[in-house]
């Protein structure tokens, strides 16, 4: 018996993810960032002078992903790679004064779009949703051991 894609749930993440990246995209625009790049910027924002490892680890990406992501970020000026000063082995990734000027605008476009997102669900079924993707993520990381 054939089971139709609409009945499993990777099915449906999947398009949740995919439409929520393209909104986010065209929204941060005028930033001249994409979602993935806001994500990278956002661990800075929350902790500046991070390693692309570290980042990697945050963002559940792989090396050469991140990497592509720097990048990019570099040549916009919006961070800046630097020396670790205690151990010349690891280079720190920074904000520039364009990337921390950024930060308020594309936290508050995030906020806004979760809203919308949102729309429709009360306050007990958006955290029914929180926790059951925790749960998912949590299934998800075990299996990718």
Excluded at 12 to 29: A, G, M, S, Y
Aim: one cysteine or more.
């Amino acid at each position: 018996m054939e089971r139709k894609p609409e009945k499993y749930i990777g099915y449906w993440i999947n398009k949740v993810e995919r439409t929520i990246k393209k909104i986010h995209d065209k929204r941060f625009q005028e930033y001249g960032i994409t979602v993935s790049q806001a994500s990278l910027l956002h661990q800075l924002w929350q902790r500046d002078g991070m390693t692309q490892k570290e980042i990697q680890d945050k963002l559940s990406m792989r090396g050469a992903s991140v990497s592509g992501l720097v990048d990019v970020l570099l040549k916009k000026g919006f961070i800046e790679r630097k020396q670790d000063e205690e151990d010349a082995r690891y280079k720190r990734l920074y904000l520039t004064e364009k990337g921390r000027e950024i930060e308020g605008k594309t936290i508050n476009l995030m906020r806004s779009l979760d809203e919308e997102i949102m729309e429709g669900f009360s306050e007990e079924e958006a955290a029914m949703l929180i926790c059951w993707m925790r749960k998912l993520q949590c299934n998800l990381e075990r299996l990718d051991r």
